[in-house]
T-cell receptor
Framework: AQSVTQLDSHVSVSEGTPVLLRCNYS??????LFWYVQHPNKGLQLLLK??????LVKGINGFEAEFKKSETSFHLTKPSAHMSDAAEYFC?????????????FGKGTKLSVKP | DAGVIQSPRHEVTEMGQEVTLRCKPI?????LFWYRQTMMRGLELLIYFNNNVPIDDSGMPEDRFSAKMPNASFSTLKIQPSEPRDSAVYFCASVVAGSTDTQYFGPGTRLTVL
């Protein structure tokens, strides 16, 4: 069965330091992969997506993620954290482009940013 | 574009009452999804529609839950009767069916059943 695992439930960084949120997926097919962000009491916002084009994907707010097929990973990074990055982040995998109801969500990683 | 619109944003009701959640998808999107988010179970797909037709409702927890999409611009999720364990945030999302695009999520409805 397809699945996605976010390796850390909580990550804490200091403002201005790098962010790394880890995600691994199980794959029988070529997946589409997404990262969503959810700020407190808000809906989910798309950060970036991978759909078999370039393996390094750039998203909004300075985030990027690299698709590594050999490692079945899609880690999210940002060079320098900002206080406004504090939120929950979801790694999501879809095997049909996300339009057929089969988005599989990770459990989420809560990012805290200390001043 | 106004994005996916959900109403109400917050709902507090008593056990046994009927609850109706509403969703307006993005214009032009013909797939619509209902999700539920809880601390214990994370995000779960409840049901989705393509072109107003329910395609997969295997995530609907039990018969107390029902969803309809009478037209391309409106969907409802109804819980009757409601129970405290239904307390959660319910999200609606939409996308163009068959595209490789991602789903666009509404702001959610926070339901509390007392």
């Amino acid at each position: 069965a397809q699945s996605v695992t976010q390796l850390d439930s909580h990550v804490s960084v200091s403002e201005g330091t790098p962010v790394l949120l880890r995600c691994n997926y199980s794959s029988s097919y070529s997946p589409s992969l997404f990262w969503y962000v959810q700020h407190p009491n808000k809906g989910l916002q798309l950060l970036l997506k991978y759909t078999s084009a370039a393996t390094l994907v750039k998203g909004i707010n300075g985030f990027e993620a690299e698709f590594k097929k050999s490692e079945t990973s899609f880690h999210l990074t940002k060079p320098s954290a900002h206080m406004s990055d504090a939120a929950e982040y979801f790694c999501v995998v879809s095997y049909y482009g996300g339009s057929q109801g089969n988005l599989i969500f990770g459990k989420g990683t809560k990012l805290s940013v200390k001043p | 574009d106004a994005g996916v619109i959900q109403s109400p944003r917050h709902e507090v009701t008593e056990m046994g009452q009927e609850v109706t959640l509403r969703c307006k998808p993005i214009s032009g999107h013909n797939s619509l999804f209902w999700y539920r988010q809880t601390m214990m179970r994370g995000l779960e797909l409840l049901i989705y529609f393509n072109n107003n037709v329910p395609i997969d409702d295997s995530g609907m927890p039990e018969d107390r839950f029902s969803a309809k999409m009478p037209n391309a611009s409106f969907s409802t999720l109804k819980i009757q009767p409601s129970e405290p364990r239904d307390s959660a945030v319910y999200f609606c999302a939409s996308v163009v069916a068959g595209s490789t695009d991602t789903q666009y999520f509404g702001p959610g409805t926070r339901l509390t059943v007392l």
